[in-house]
Nanobody, 123 residues
Framework: QVRLVESGGGLVQPGGSLRLSCAAS????????MGWYRQAPGKQRELVAA???????NYADSVKGRFTISRDNAKNTVYLQMNSLKPEDTAVYYC?????????????????WGQGTQVTVSS
């Protein structure tokens, strides 16, 4: 069984900063990619940032220069440092991981999601 547990969301004023963390645990063999998605009310879930095991990073245009994704491979943890936050960044942020997990029958690659953490940017 694999779990992704997020932390770090909350309420912040425009221009402020937050740092999200997501730790993967369970019967993990290896993690290929980790990332963050967000979903605002009435909108589709969208990619915010992603990072591969080889440290290749991808960002949504709307967050480039403001958000930074990083990972600690030894801890199976991904971070999202969010600076210069705007009201339009308000959403539920979901951690995602594509990883190879151990099962009784062997190894299988699947996508896993965290439960989501609310980020609200408001004065």
């Amino acid at each position: 069984q694999v779990r992704l547990v997020e932390s770090g969301g909350g309420l912040v004023q425009p221009g402020g900063s937050l740092r999200l963390s997501c730790a993967a645990s369970g019967t993990i063999f290896s993690i290929n990619a980790m990332g963050w998605y967000r979903q605002a009310p009435g909108k589709q879930r969208e990619l915010v940032a992603a990072i591969t095991r080889g440290d290749s990073r991808n960002y949504a245009d709307s967050v480039k220069g403001r958000f930074t994704i990083s990972r600690d491979n030894a801890k199976n943890t991904v971070y999202l440092q969010m600076n210069s936050l705007k009201p339009e960044d308000t959403a539920v942020y979901y951690c995602h991981s594509r990883l190879l997990a151990r099962f009784a029958f062997g190894l299988q690659e699947n996508d896993y999601w965290g439960q989501g953490t609310q980020v609200t940017v408001s004065s």
